[in-house]
């Protein structure tokens, strides 16, 4: 009777720590499979993203540019400000700022300027008297190398902005020596294009940012305003030693997929790109919480359900056995009937 009753419940108990082991197992396979899985949908949707803003940025840059081109290469416009530093009369000026008024009405620029080699403002369509000092690097930039030049975001004494400069140097001939008349500076509202730009999400989402950042002495410093620290644009700065910060990674010249901590200390999952051609870099970046989350969530209802189940079989197997049992107990050699006795007589009979 001992080894009946004994082996019965070893046996059930093997099977169900059997099936256990490999509910577990099974489990935390499928567990790490599904966030792997999320994990490489949320980078491809990163890396979508910051490529294509990049790719955006990039093409603005090269519109200022081209457009400054246009002006530098205009033997026109080189003749009309021969004539206009010659004699600046309103004869020689009416033509500058037509051609002036035309650029900045089809190409949305808030101003447009015309300086000398020094710097000096010859002329301005909105009155400014002063070129403000962050354009002076691209101003001397462009005139020795005789090409067109964008400047830095830089923050202006108007409410709006920040604005970024481009360049288009003139010179008196074509000539490789042909000295500088000066040059004419395009001015460009940042708010206007660059920022909704960057700071736009297609898909919703509680934490994700697209950040434009570039290197600054010995830290990263932000270019535009970040979702979760308002009033942060070219004011934010990360030092260089911080490498766990997406930013510093992405200045300090890493590409790709990453993970780390964002300027908030918050763990993130970022893609970096640099923007070509310029000193800039992109960084498209979510908090893994929120990656996580919705598949964290399901996992958890999951498990749960598991657990259920395992108590549920496990519960109804031992009420089985104790009931075995039990009958057992009660009697262990159950009684033949009496017409099963009679049948097992009839061959003596006879």
């Excluded at 599904?34 to 955006?56: F, G, M, P, Y």
């Excluded at 004539?83 to 500058?96: E, K, S, V």
């Excluded at 030092?239 to 918050?266: C, E, H, I, N, W």
């Excluded at 908090?287 to 958890?300: G, I, M, P, S, Y």
């Amino acid at each position: 009777m001992n080894s009946t009753m004994k082996a019965f419940p070893r046996w059930m108990a093997v099977a169900q720590a059997t099936a256990l082991l490999m509910l577990i197992i099974g489990g935390a396979w499928f567990y790490h499979d599904q966030e792997q899985a999320l994990q490489l949908a949320a980078e491809e949707q990163l890396t979508s993203i910051a490529r294509l803003k990049v790719d955006q940025i990039a093409a603005w840059r090269a519109e200022r540019l081209g457009d400054a081109a246009v002006l530098m290469e205009s033997q026109f416009l080189a003749q009309g400000v021969a004539r206009f530093l010659a004699n600046p009369d309103d004869a020689n000026t009416q033509p500058l700022s037509s051609r002036l008024r035309s650029l900045q009405a089809h190409y949305q620029y808030i101003d447009a300027l015309l300086v000398d080699p020094h710097g000096i403002v010859l002329l301005s369509l909105t009155g400014e008297t002063t070129m403000h000092k962050d354009c002076g690097a691209a101003l001397a930039a462009a005139l020795r190398g005789r090409k067109s030049v964008l400047g830095e975001l830089y923050i202006g004494t108007q409410t709006s902005g920040p604005y970024l400069s481009v360049v288009a140097p003139i010179f008196s001939g074509d000539a490789p020596d042909a000295p500088p008349l000066g040059a004419v500076v395009l001015i460009s509202d940042a708010s206007q294009f660059l920022y909704p730009l960057i700071q736009s999400w297609p898909t919703p989402s509680k934490t994700a940012e697209t950040l434009l950042v570039r290197r600054d002495g010995e830290s990263a410093l932000f270019l535009n305003d970040l979702r979760h620290q308002p009033d942060a644009v070219l004011k934010q700065r990360i030092p260089l030693s911080r490498t766990d910060v997406p930013a510093v990674m992405a200045v300090l010249g890493r590409q790709g997929v990453f993970q780390g901590k964002d300027y908030r200390g918050v763990a993130v999952l970022a893609v970096l790109l640099p923007v070509p051609d310029s000193p800039w870099f992109m960084v498209a970046k979510q908090d893994k919480a929120e990656v996580f989350a919705e598949w964290r969530l399901r996992a958890f209802l999951i498990l749960a359900l598991f657990a259920a189940m395992a108590g549920g079989g496990r519960g109804h197997g031992s009420g089985r056995l104790a009931a075995a049992q039990k009958c057992l107990l009660r009697n262990p050699f159950p009684r033949r009937s009496p017409a099963a006795g009679e049948r097992a007589k009839v061959p003596a009979a006879l």
